[in-house]
């Protein structure tokens, strides 16, 4: 237990400055468009967002007023994060540290705009589901069952758990799903998930899923299910035929998420992710 209490207050720590930047920055714009739903016109207060002003009815009456949401007072972020064996992996940084620590940045920044926070854990379904509320003790918790929880299933079936999640979220909400997408046949479960609820993927791999160093015969194995294979990456048409197929992967995976409208935010474990974080706020912002 003193262990998982030092690594939450490293992860707060870590994430810290970058919250403040967040939400002094662009993490209004994450959530404008689809799924908000208006509320009515009020008097514009100190710290109000100058981009939700309605200069039409601000210039009717000399004095400004802005449009206010419902999600505004009651937004539902929640946090479905892949637990499978495959995000154990890294060549520095392990894909799940580097998750949680992507996710806390986004849950403490949820937290200081007075946001409800939710976590789902799942690998080849649902295994651990905790409903959204408002508050800094609740999201140190779910930081908590990150760090500590040990998944009942090495593998992924993000079909299943796309399913699963569709049917557990009764209210609409704002669903960041985290993982490095190494599976098939979820893209029409992911499509209705979308169809209920804003989604946005954060796809978290490491430079050593993407290319091979030449350094002879070595022995790779799949963390999922255990499989071994020996390869030869001093072969050259060999790393450059992985390379092509990992590449082609990847376009495909863009291919499908494009034509369903899902953004996705991709960060590598070697990666400062605060940089891609604050380009994608910019991004939607734009929207």
Not at 69 to 95: H, P, Q, T, W
Not at 124 to 134: H, I, N, T
Not at 263 to 273: A, F, G, L, P
Request: glycine share 4%; charged share 35%; aromatic share 12%.
């Amino acid at each position: 237990m003193k262990d998982v209490v030092k690594q939450i207050k490293k992860v707060d720590i870590v994430t810290k400055k970058l919250v403040d930047s967040i939400v002094a920055g662009n993490y209004y714009s994450l959530f404008k468009g689809q799924g908000i739903e208006f509320s009515e016109i009020r008097e514009y207060k100190p710290n109000d967002d100058v981009r939700a002003i309605d200069w039409n009815v601000t210039a009717r009456y000399n004095k400004p007023y802005i449009k206010e949401f419902i999600e505004e007072r009651d937004l539902r972020v929640y946090f479905a994060i892949d637990c499978s064996a495959s995000n154990n992996f890294g060549n520095v940084v392990e894909k799940k540290k580097k998750a949680i620590e992507i996710v806390a940045s986004l849950m403490f920044s949820a937290v200081k705009n007075n946001d409800n926070v939710g976590l789902i854990l799942f690998t080849e379904d649902v295994e651990l589901f905790v409903p959204a509320r408002k508050g800094k003790k609740h999201a140190l918790k779910m930081i908590k069952h990150m760090l500590e929880y040990q998944p009942m299933h090495k593998t992924t079936n993000l079909a299943t758990s796309f399913s699963h999640i569709s049917k557990i979220l009764k209210r609409r909400s704002f669903v960041f799903i985290v993982s490095d997408f190494f599976d098939e046949g979820y893209v029409k479960y992911v499509a209705f998930l979308k169809k209920r609820h804003d989604v946005v993927a954060i796809k978290v791999n490491d430079v050593r899923e993407t290319e091979l160093p030449d350094v002879g015969l070595i022995q790779l194995e799949d963390e999922e299910t255990g499989e071994q294979v020996l390869v030869d990456t001093s072969d050259e048409e060999f790393r450059q035929s992985y390379m092509d197929f990992v590449n082609e992967q990847e376009k495909e995976f863009d291919r499908t998420f494009k034509k369903n409208k899902i953004d996705c935010i991709k960060v590598m474990t070697h990666e400062d992710y605060g940089v891609t974080l604050k380009k994608f706020f910019k991004m939607r912002g734009r929207k």
